[in-house]
């Protein structure tokens, strides 16, 4: 008897939890959550891309990265990211220097004109 609970336990309990039907509901009027970009980094694997693959090959690895494209069966050319977070992260920290480039010299300008006053 103690083997058969077990039998039951182990191997057709988790079954029964899983094999449950459950009714879900989706509103499409309500808005939970808006995601701009799906990104990934690529870290320093964009760098064995760029110096050893050929032309046709890297953009074939793009096609499959950013494509959002389907095939005629319906298959996804590639999984749809939207950014590329290590350019998307430089571009932020150019902008970031150029904010601060604009703060200093509009500070200069500012000190110039308080001197020849």
């Not at 449950?20 to 509901?25: L, R, S, V």
């Not at 050893?52 to 096609?63: F, G, L, N, Q, T």
Request: hydrophobic share 35%; net charge negative.
């Amino acid at each position: 008897m103690k083997h058969r609970f077990l039998f039951f336990f182990v191997f057709l309990c988790p079954f029964t939890v899983f094999c449950q039907t459950k009714n879900i509901e989706i509103n499409l009027e309500i808005t939970y959550q808006e995601i701009d970009h799906f990104a990934a980094s690529d870290a320093w694997s964009g760098n064995f891309v760029g110096m050893y693959w050929s032309v046709d090959e890297k953009e074939k690895i793009a096609r499959w990265l950013f494509s959002q494209k389907t095939d005629v069966s319906g298959n996804p050319e590639g999984i749809g990211l939207s950014l590329d977070m290590d350019e998307y992260l430089y571009e932020k920290e150019q902008e970031q220097e150029l904010n601060t480039m604009e703060s200093k010299l509009q500070k200069a300008k500012q000190d110039y004109e308080s001197c020849k006053a």
